[in-house]
């Protein structure tokens, strides 16, 4: 990580020291001067940072001896940039094989677009950085509506109906930029959400595969209706939102009273009374995916406006 003190500025990782100037310290790489890989020369080598432990806050300090903008400055990982094999890589006595990087502002230049939903509002999230067009992947609650209400007011859309998913808008092709990002939802870009730790910046390692590609919907949610299946009268069943042209069931993991209420209420039934079932007693389709773990209050108008929901 790189430590603000008076310049030259110590780099520091795994108890290495190395006191760097502006001269002494460049970006790689990239496609515009803002941004690439961080090498910095120690004596007469040039040499990688290692991406392990790299943050945001490190990032700012580089991009601000370097004469960018710190504004919206984030740290990346070796997937954006590349790594130099031909140089060795700080700390020279650890394992790390892999280069950080770094983007000093200029987000306008990394579009997002949602791909494969069934209307301009909806679909799964790609991001454009360094010229290559990636998706985000999700593993567990690590995709929620903050995470959405980003994507959306970069797209210009309403951000305050949104909802995050995972897998319900196809798996992408190519690579995959991120699993966990940490976004208030205030953001300018998601590339300036904080990772919960270096491991989840954008562009490091990762198992994630594309199963697991993350999606918003944003704007009102009445283009997706709400069903009940199986149930021996109207006001009973299995519950399914219709999302993308597909019924998709809703499991039970988090399921209470609250969320019921909220299922009634959007097919016009009452909501007094309203009584949550578990354990599959109106049947399982068990499909691959589908929306789970929704923490809803009991006075939302649809199921996809309570908090913290998610999809398997």
Not at 82 to 104: D, E, H, K, M, T
Request: proline letters at 4%; aromatic letters at 8%; glycine letters at 12%.
């Amino acid at each position: 990580s790189l430590s603000v003190q008076p310049a030259p500025a110590p780099l520091v990782d795994n108890q290495q020291l190395v006191c760097v100037n502006e001269e002494h310290m460049r970006l790689v790489n990239g496609t515009y001067s803002h941004e690439g890989r961080l090498e910095v020369k120690h004596g007469d080598q040039w040499m990688t940072v290692c991406e392990d432990n790299w943050s945001h806050d490190a990032a700012q300090l580089v991009c601000a001896m370097l004469g960018f903008s710190t504004k919206n400055a984030a740290a990346v990982g070796s997937k954006v940039f590349g790594n130099n094999r031909a140089i060795p890589v700080l700390p020279s006595s650890g394992s790390c094989q892999y280069a950080a990087g770094v983007i000093c502002g200029g987000l306008e230049n990394y579009p997002v677009r949602l791909v494969n939903g069934s209307n301009p509002q909806e679909g799964r999230v790609e991001i454009q950085i360094n010229g290559q067009w990636g998706t985000m992947c999700g593993i567990g609650n690590d995709w929620q509506q903050p995470e959405a209400k980003v994507i959306c007011g970069m797209l210009g859309y309403d951000s305050d109906h949104v909802t995050a998913v995972k897998g319900l808008f196809g798996s992408g092709t190519g690579q995959i930029w991120s699993y966990a990002t940490s976004c208030s939802g205030n953001e300018d870009h998601l590339i300036s959400c904080p990772a919960t730790s270096s491991a989840y910046l954008i562009g490091t390692k990762s198992s994630c595969t594309h199963t697991g590609d993350i999606g918003v919907i944003c704007g009102e949610f009445y283009n997706y209706p709400v069903r009940l299946i199986n149930g021996s009268s109207f006001s009973e069943g299995q519950v399914q939102v219709r999302i993308n042209d597909t019924w998709t069931p809703v499991y039970d993991g988090n399921w209470d009273n609250y969320n019921a209420q909220v299922v009634c209420r959007q097919l016009g039934l009452n909501t007094e009374g309203a009584q949550a079932v578990l354990n599959s007693r109106f049947g399982s389709s068990a499909p691959t995916s589908g929306l789970a773990y929704f923490d809803c209050r009991g006075n939302e108008a649809h199921l996809l406006e309570c908090p913290n929901s998610y999809t398997l």
